[in-house]
């Protein structure tokens, strides 16, 4: 298996454009996470789906972010407007949650965005 | 609310070994886990531990837990210079989602 894929790896762009970030997870795998990591505020998780449905949103910052999971095997963050406190990595992580023990992540490589 | 700690940064040389030191408040936290983050990359987990242990190894990798001080190590015998990384700590209960992670500890490895 690749791994979790994320893409793109490097994104700029200007305030007030739309992005959309990228994620495959590993096959197999039924829930997913979404996280921004900052120097400021470190690791936060932003949204978590289990079986493609979103189950806690709570972390996402406000309105301006949303993310979707089609299927199992593709979700997006999209942040739109973006701002330039939007300047982050975001990760996409996987695992296999069968309802108890370790939830063991697997991170993808990240997402740099730089918002001006 | 949940909370962990770790110190910000820790420097040793290279054949040394390392300490890496994490706190947690949540008492019913019953996974413990470490995962390494090299530059550029994404976390990599590690080792984690379930709580009724006291302690476990993997290779170079020694975990401690105190679970009456809430405390984690991790040791890294014969630290190489490829271990420099950032390692954060992490928790979570059983059945829950959420792993609640430190701030990362930079490990810097010197020739």
């Known amino acids: ?116 | 609310g949940e909370d962990v700690e770790q110190s910000l940064f820790l420097s040793v040389r290279e054949g040394d070994s390392s300490v890496i030191n994490c706190t947690y408040t949540d008492s019913s936290s019953t996974y413990l886990y470490w995962y390494k983050q090299e530059p550029g990359a994404g976390l990599q987990l590690l080792t984690y531990i379930f709580s009724n242990m006291d302690m476990k190894q993997d290779q170079r990798l020694t975990v401690l837990l105190n679970k009456k001080d809430k405390h984690l190590s991790l040791r890294i015998a014969d630290t190489q210079t490829g271990d420099s990384a950032i390692y954060f700590c992490a928790e979570s209960s059983d059945s829950s989602y959420k792993l609640i992670f430190g701030s990362g500890t930079r490990l810097l490895v010197r020739p």
Request: aromatic content about 10%.
């Open chain 1, 1 to 116: 298996d690749a791994g979790v894929i994320q893409s793109p790896r490097h994104e700029v762009t200007e305030m007030g454009q739309e992005v959309t970030l990228r994620c495959k997870p590993i096959s197999g795998h039924n829930s997913l996470f979404w996280y921004r990591q900052t120097m400021m505020r470190g690791l936060e998780l932003l949204i978590y789906f289990n079986n493609n449905v979103p189950i806690d949103d709570s972390g996402m910052p406000e309105d301006r972010f949303s993310a979707k999971m089609p299927n199992a095997s593709f979700s997006t963050l999209k942040i739109q407007p973006s701002e330039p406190r939007d300047s982050a990595v975001y990760f996409c992580a996987s695992s296999w949650d069968r309802g108890s023990g370790a939830n063991v992540l697997t991170f993808g490589a990240g997402s740099r965005l730089t918002v001006l």
